[in-house]
């Protein structure tokens, strides 16, 4: 079992930086790939980012690729996503993720979420 507890939300004005943080429970953390996953509101979950285990291997979705960083530290038990140039159309509710398989940009492929931290940036 994995508990996951995100952080570093906020409000952020456009162009602006934030940093999201999601502590990670339990022995394994450095066993399961890592993903950040976004919702706005009236719209489905949509994928942001993802780390392998050993962090080498990191994806992105095209709409935050050159701005978004996702990097983990398993001493730490710890994944980040650092966000700049930040847009409007970035505001959402952002959740981590963790799951036994490989790296993946699909919700399916992630076991265990958090509670997800809200992000907001305005114009």
């Known amino acids: 079992q994995v508990q996951l507890l995100e952080s570093g939300g906020g409000l952020v004005q456009a162009g602006g930086s934030l940093r999201l943080s999601c502590a990670a429970s339990?022995?394994?953390?450095?066993?399961?790939?890592m993903g950040w996953f976004r919702q706005a509101p009236g719209k489905e979950r949509e994928f942001v980012a993802a780390?392998?285990?050993?962090?080498?291997?990191?994806i992105y979705a095209d709409s935050v690729k050159g701005r978004f960083t996702i990097s983990r530290d398993n001493a730490k038990n710890t994944v980040y996503l650092q966000m700049n140039s930040l847009k409007p159309e970035d505001t959402a509710i952002y959740y981590c993720?963790?799951?036994?398989?490989?790296?993946?940009?699909?919700?399916?492929?992630?076991?265990?979420w958090g509670q997800g931290t809200q992000v907001a940036v305005s114009s």
């Open positions: 993720a963790a799951g036994e398989g490989r790296r993946s940009s699909l919700g399916d492929s992630y076991d265990y």
């Open positions: 339990g022995r394994t953390f450095s066993s399961y790939s």
């Open positions: 780390i392998s285990w050993s962090g080498v291997s990191r």
